[in-house]
Antibody, heavy 122, light 110 residues
Framework: EVQLVQSGAEVKEPGESLKISCRGS????????IGWVRQMPGKGLEWMGI????????IYSPSFRGQVTISVDKSINTAYLQWSSLKASDTAIYYC???????????????WGQGTLVTVSS | QSVLTQPPSVSAAPGQKVTISCSGS????????VSWYQQFPGTAPKLLVY???KRPSAIPDRFSGSKSGTSATLGITGLQTGDEADYYC???????????FGTGTKVTVL
């Protein structure tokens, strides 16, 4: 079974750093882009960026470039999303998802991780 | 602000059909494949349709996708109470060189 399992919920204070993870299993981790998607409370889906595990090629949405870092550790089939200095506005659920096609023009995600709730509050 | 526009909500009685539109431009829907996702409250999105009209094997044929020009449509026939959820379209935007999602549509079964 193809599966993405994300790390657990986090509660942080503004200014703190954070790194959340997404571990893939049941497929060739190297062969599929992994994407990150933000969903703020009561809001829609926002495409943050994607990474190709084979060469760590990363594409960021302009809205998130410089705000987060996407990385991958091929040795443990895990992708990461990290912040160096969290803000209250980063409070959201973050999903990772596997892109089903290599072609950049075919932007479909399946499956999705269960989501990681990040709460930033003083 | 999303570059793909969906109606905030649609509704119909059980057994009826609903359609959800997704409006974009030539830089996204007009020249790239469209996907559709279903999301129940408190759960992760699930892929319903990819490459405009293809369904993953586990998705029933009550769900269908189509595309014409710079718009795409998701249809749900034989509406069930279990179909109440939020639905999102998504595609690649070749001008922005990023993926984009629609604004989302809430389906209500009356």
């Amino acid at each position: 079974e193809v599966q993405l399992v994300q790390s657990g919920a986090e509660v942080k204070e503004p200014g703190e750093s954070l790194k959340i993870s997404c571990r893939g299993s049941g497929y060739s981790f190297f062969s599929h882009w992994i994407g990150w998607v933000r969903q703020m409370p009561g809001k829609g889906l926002e495409w943050m960026g994607i990474i190709y595990p084979t060469d760590s090629n990363t594409i960021y949405s302009p809205s998130f470039r410089g705000q987060v870092t996407i990385s991958v550790d091929k040795s443990i089939n895990t992708a990461y999303l990290q912040w160096s200095s969290l803000k209250a506005s980063d409070t959201a659920i973050y999903y990772c998802a596997r892109r089903i096609k290599w072609d950049l023009l075919q932007d479909s995600f399946d499956p999705w991780g269960q989501g990681t709730l990040v709460t930033v509050s003083s | 602000q999303s570059v793909l526009t969906q109606p905030p909500s649609v509704s119909a009685a059980p057994g009826q059909k609903v359609t959800i539109s997704c409006s974009g431009s030539s830089s996204n829907i007009g020249n790239n494949f469209v996907s559709w996702y279903q999301q129940f409250p408190g759960t992760a999105p699930k892929l319903l349709v990819y490459e405009n009209s293809k369904r993953p094997s586990a998705i029933p044929d009550r769900f269908s996708g189509s595309k014409s020009g710079t718009s795409a449509t998701l249809g749900i026939t034989g509406l069930q109470t279990g179909d109440e959820a939020d639905y999102y379209c998504g595609t690649w935007d070749s001008s922005l060189s990023v993926g984009v999602f629609g604004t989302g549509t809430k389906v209500t079964v009356l």
